[in-house]
């Protein structure tokens, strides 16, 4: 199921924001660090006008998104029961948005290795290019996590970060948003202290 990297087109992608709730806070490690992350990448998505859609796992229990994400701008904000995001009224939504699939989907929230991971996974199975923001993913052990990650690159996805996914869809020093994605990234991303293998090689990535 493997499918090709490609350039993100801001026109055919979208940025799938799964379920950062406030509920979570206390039994994520790195919770704060992947907010600072996924706001970045969020405020980018915005400033770049890539389309957002927002779930949220069980909300009545499990709380709204974080305060600290702007997601005003996203064209569904869902609560939700099944864990993989791509639930109908999710895919009614990405219909309207393309006319059919988009290209390209950036994926990233909690938790990796049930939520993030089985979004993942209906998406390929709609030969959807999958790019997972592994510094904008948690698990409650870090080892769900890392183990997730290396089963959705087995499985087809690209796992990337933050800062590859913004600098990609910008492409050129000489674009017209490329002011306001400086500002943003002139900070670097928050380091999410992903695994590595006995190899040096990072968990998720490519055996070279």
């Known amino acids: 199921m493997a499918l090709r990297r490609c350039h993100l087109n801001p026109k055919r992608t ?5 379920d950062v709730q406030e509920k979570f806070r206390t039994s994520m490690p790195l919770f704060e660090n992947l907010v600072k992350n996924a706001d970045k990448l969020t405020r980018a998505g915005k400033a770049l006008d890539v389309p957002l859609i927002v779930t949220e796992q069980y909300p009545e229990k499990l709380g709204k998104t ?3 994400l702007d997601v005003s701008h996203a064209k569904l ?3 939700k029961t099944r864990f993989s995001m791509f639930t109908p009224e999710v895919r009614a939504v990405m219909m309207e948005l393309f006319d059919d699939n988009p290209d390209d989907v950036v994926l990233y929230g909690l938790e990796s290795h049930i939520c993030v991971e089985q979004t993942a996974i209906d998406l390929l ?3 959807i290019n999958v790019y997972i923001v592994a510094d904008c993913c948690s698990s409650r052990l870090d080892q769900d996590r890392d183990l997730a990650l290396d089963r ?3 499985a087809g996805c690209v796992i990337t970060t933050s ?5 990609d869809l910008v492409r050129d020093k000489n674009n017209p948003k490329f002011e306001a994605i400086r500002k943003l990234v002139t900070p670097p ?3 999410m202290k992903l695994s590595r293998q006995p190899n040096g090689v990072p968990v998720g990535s490519p055996k070279l």
Do not use: P
Request: hydrophobic share 50%; glycine share 4%.
């Open 14 to 18: 979208l940025f799938l924001l799964c």
């Open 66 to 68: 974080v305060a600290q």
């Open 77 to 79: 904000v869902a609560g």
């Open 125 to 127: 199975e709609q030969n």
């Open 152 to 154: 959705l690159r087995q």
């Open 163 to 167: 800062e590859s996914v913004i600098f």
């Open 189 to 191: 991303s928050v380091d």
